[in-house]
């Protein structure tokens, strides 16, 4: 659209002439303050410019930021990434030059959108998410985005969306109710990472992560400082027993001392939760990410250690066995990914029991028809909702939808390799799901998700809601 086809379309000659009356008629002491307010609300906001860049994630990997230019101003987003991909998640598009970047700069994908993103959107409105995401899509043309490069959409549309919010004049987290038609929120229970293993740390720790769940706190307030105690009363018991150096942190801020035991690593966090006194209000989770020590149908608990005995190589049953015990033994009430990917037969058998949440990240990669596929074969119970790996604002509540539907439990998640946009914290209250993991309370890229919650809980002062023992239900 041209300068001259905008100004037509949004009659701005007559509404520049209606502003400068009533500044008359105000008697203002600031007349051209006056006209650009006035003007602001008398015209539509619509996106401008979009203008995007290589920037670095938390793990020093390239990513791709976009401002998104609108008359109400500029909106920053940016896109993460993990450390565990799968071939039934959206694609991101990076450009494979092993001397730039070891093959991971995204120059690709930044073009992709200022010059091809950019020419499409330019003159959308931006409070028409669903519209925004389908052009882009639509100019994509491939089902998992690998054209245009997943990062590169999602990116432009977490950016559409707040400047979605700003034209309404709304917080996001309102502006995302809205989009899914919900009119109250919850401020979700915090999935804390205490201990990290797996792909995410460099300790012999089979399993990704020991987190916990303050479900006994009052109020989002509440569970975190619960959730910072235990992590320092975790801290203080780690080096007591294997020294400072065991309190180094793994990717997502976990603590990450050098066991290989998982029940050396819920031994550690159920005395830290005892000395915060806290007990009962605080129960346990873990995401196993089986799929990263399955070897055929075996799962190689010894994968990590340099000193293999064999004797932690398990069958499905054996692993079935060995979750009933540890939910016997600890209060664990979740479990994410606890076989591998393709182990529907066992993850079913598991979820049957009905002993915790079990919970589908690689299993489900957030993609509908792997969603579909366990509701109709009652294979788990809850969708970890991880908004790379399906590329949309609109996809994303779309699959949310979708499990909420089935009385499903929606843990909407961070990624290993993160950036400071504390987007995810608007979605899960925006989404009322209940449930967010978004690391430990260290390292900034994982507080800012945190503190924006403490934000949006201030903000709705006596109508905030805390999810609490209601973490599953919300």
């Given at each position: 659209m041209s300068?001259?086809e905008?100004?037509?379309?949004?009659m701005?000659?007559?509404?520049?002439e209606?502003a400068?009356?009533?500044?008359?008629?105000a008697?203002?002491?600031d007349?051209?303050?006056?006209?650009?307010?006035?003007?602001?609300k008398a015209v539509?906001?619509?996106i401008?410019?979009l203008?995007?860049?290589q920037?670095?994630?938390s793990?020093?990997?390239?990513?791709?930021?976009?401002?998104?230019?609108t008359?109400?101003g500029v909106f920053?987003?940016?896109s993460?990434s993990g450390a565990?991909?799968g071939?039934?998640e959206?694609?991101?598009?990076?450009?494979?030059?092993?001397?730039?970047?070891?093959?991971?700069?995204?120059k690709?994908a930044?073009k992709?959108?200022?010059e091809k993103i950019s020419e499409?959107?330019?003159?959308?409105?931006?409070t028409?998410?669903?519209?925004?995401d389908?052009?882009?899509?639509?100019l994509?043309?491939t089902?998992k985005?690998?054209d245009?490069?997943?990062?590169?959409?999602?990116?432009v549309?977490?950016a559409a969306?707040?400047a979605?919010?700003a034209e309404?004049e709304v917080?996001?987290?309102k502006h995302?109710?809205d989009?899914?038609?919900?009119t109250?929120?919850?401020l979700?229970v915090?999935s804390l990472s205490?201990?990290?293993?797996?792909?995410?740390a460099?300790n012999?720790?089979?399993?990704?992560?020991?987190?916990?769940l303050?479900v006994?706190a009052?109020?989002l307030?509440?569970?975190?400082?619960m959730?910072?105690?235990t992590y320092?009363?975790?801290k203080?018991?780690?080096?007591e027993k294997?020294?400072a150096?065991g309190?180094?942190v793994?990717e997502?801020?976990g603590?990450a001392?050098?066991i290989?035991?998982?029940k050396e690593?819920?031994?550690?966090?159920?005395?830290a939760?005892?000395r915060t006194?806290?007990?009962e209000?605080?129960?346990?989770?873990?995401?196993?990410?089986?799929?990263d020590?399955?070897i055929?149908?075996?799962y190689?608990?010894?994968q990590k250690?340099?000193?293999?005995?064999?004797?932690?190589?398990?069958?499905?049953?054996?692993?079935i066995?060995m979750?009933?015990?540890l939910?016997t033994d600890?209060?664990?009430?979740?479990i994410?990914?606890?076989?591998d990917?393709e182990d529907?037969?066992?993850?079913k058998?598991?979820?049957?029991?009905?002993i915790?949440q079990?919970?589908?990240?690689?299993?489900?990669m957030?993609n509908?028809?792997?969603i579909?596929?366990a509701?109709?074969?009652?294979s788990?119970?809850?969708l970890?909702?991880?908004?790379n790996?399906?590329?949309t604002?609109?996809e994303a509540?779309e699959?949310?939808k979708?499990?909420?539907?089935e009385q499903?439990?929606?843990?909407?998640?961070?990624?290993?390799?993160?950036t400071?946009d504390?987007?995810?914290?608007?979605?899960a209250?925006?989404l009322s799901?209940?449930q967010?993991?978004?690391?430990?309370?260290?390292?900034g890229?994982r507080?800012?998700?945190?503190?924006?919650?403490?934000?949006?809980?201030?903000e709705l002062?006596?109508?905030a809601?805390?999810a609490?023992?209601d973490?599953?239900?919300?």
């Open positions: 300068v001259q905008y100004l037509d379309k949004h701005l000659s007559r509404k520049i209606d400068v009356n009533a500044a008359v008629r008697k203002t002491s007349p051209v303050l006056f006209i650009s307010n006035h003007m602001r539509p906001s619509v401008t410019k203008k995007a860049r920037v670095l994630d793990r020093g990997i390239p990513t791709v930021e976009v401002d998104l230019h008359n109400k920053r987003a940016s993460p565990s991909t071939m039934y959206a694609i991101e598009l990076r450009d494979g030059e092993k001397g730039i970047y070891l093959g991971k700069s995204v690709r930044v992709n959108i200022n499409a959107l330019i003159g959308m409105d931006p028409l998410q669903s519209q925004i389908q052009a882009m899509m639509d994509d043309k089902e985005k690998g245009l490069g997943a990062n590169a959409i999602l990116a549309s977490i969306c707040k979605g919010a309404k917080p996001l987290y995302i109710a989009l899914c038609g919900r109250k929120f919850m979700p915090p205490m201990i990290s293993g797996g792909k995410h460099g012999n720790l089979a399993i990704q992560d020991i987190m916990i303050p006994g009052k109020k307030e509440e569970a975190m400082q959730g910072s105690e320092h009363h975790l203080a018991v780690i080096t294997y020294g150096h309190c180094n793994g997502d801020g603590l001392p050098n290989s035991n998982i690593g819920l031994d550690l966090v159920k005395e939760i005892s006194g806290y007990n209000k605080i129960k346990i989770a873990l995401d196993v990410s089986a799929t020590f399955c055929g149908t075996k190689d608990l010894d250690y340099p000193q293999k005995s064999g004797q932690n190589f398990k069958s499905g049953e054996d692993m066995e979750y009933k015990g939910c600890y209060p664990i009430v979740s994410e990914d606890p076989f990917k529907w037969e066992h993850v058998i598991f979820s049957d029991l009905e915790c079990v919970v589908g990240d690689q299993l489900l957030s509908p028809k792997r579909e596929r509701i109709r074969e009652s788990c119970n809850a970890l909702l991880k908004v790996q399906i590329g604002v609109t509540i699959v949310v979708l499990a909420k539907d499903w439990g929606v843990v909407v998640s961070h990624r290993s390799g993160e400071e504390s987007f995810i914290a608007d979605l209250v925006g799901t209940g967010i993991k978004a690391g430990a309370p260290c390292r890229e507080v800012s998700k945190y503190n924006q919650l403490l934000r949006i809980e201030e002062g006596d109508q809601v805390y609490g023992n973490w599953r239900s919300s």
